[in-house]
């Protein structure tokens, strides 16, 4: 069954990446610097100090930044040219000792969990902010945080519970996609209008 603990990991580390790509990246790290898992691939790099302090430096700043309503918007849509190939590369990294045709596999469906996640966190996030109050958005955060913490773990240490929570988000992905996208959509509408608006405003300042 190590097939299936690897696939697990490649997958699920892929789908938190998604979630907090930082988060992921230092509790890899962290469990393999300490000997309290044995990472499987090329994840094994992910135990130097300076991966893992500069993961967990960017998770410190993605800490506040993700609490501080439509910050956490922008931060959200910059991500989404990171976290998305980076859980390709986490799936990727972690079967590099298999097959070639799995390797490729594993990069494209860990990349589509890892769109998948950030898709749904950034639609969910884009509805909190609408709420005139800060609360839900904190809260939002702090769930995210431990849920990207707490599925890592069960990606290295438990990943039969893993994958049944995988399936049970990939059924809750399909039934939610439509809205997920047209959530994003608005969202990269809004931060274009947001910077034209910027230059806009930039120019006036200028030529008055």
Request: hydrophobic share 60%; charged share 15%; no cysteine.
């Amino acid at each position: 069954m190590e097939w299936f603990s690897t696939l697990t990991l490649a997958l699920g580390s892929a789908w938190t990446s998604g979630i907090n790509l930082y988060a992921t990246v230092t509790v890899l790290g962290v469990l393999q610097k300490f000997g309290l898992a044995k990472l499987p691939g090329g994840l094994d790099v992910l135990d130097n100090w300076w991966i893992i302090g500069v993961a967990a430096f960017l998770y410190a700043v993605e800490f506040f930044a993700d609490k501080i309503p439509y910050v956490d918007s922008v931060w959200d849509v910059i991500h989404t040219f990171i976290r998305v190939p980076a859980g390709a590369i986490v799936a990727w990294a972690a079967v590099y000792d298999m097959d070639a045709t799995v390797m490729i596999v594993a990069a494209l469906v860990g990349g589509g969990l890892a769109l998948s996640s950030h898709g749904t966190k950034a639609a969910v996030r884009a509805g909190a902010n609408l709420s005139p109050e800060p609360v839900s958005n904190w809260t939002l955060s702090i769930v995210e945080d431990i849920i990207a913490f707490g599925g890592t773990l069960l990606a290295v240490l438990a990943p039969v519970v893993l994958a049944v929570f995988l399936l049970i988000f990939g059924a809750f992905f399909i039934w939610f996609a439509p809205k997920i996208f047209r959530a994003i959509r608005r969202l990269f509408s809004g931060m274009r209008a947001l910077f034209r608006g910027a230059g806009i405003k930039e120019v006036a300042r200028k030529a008055g």
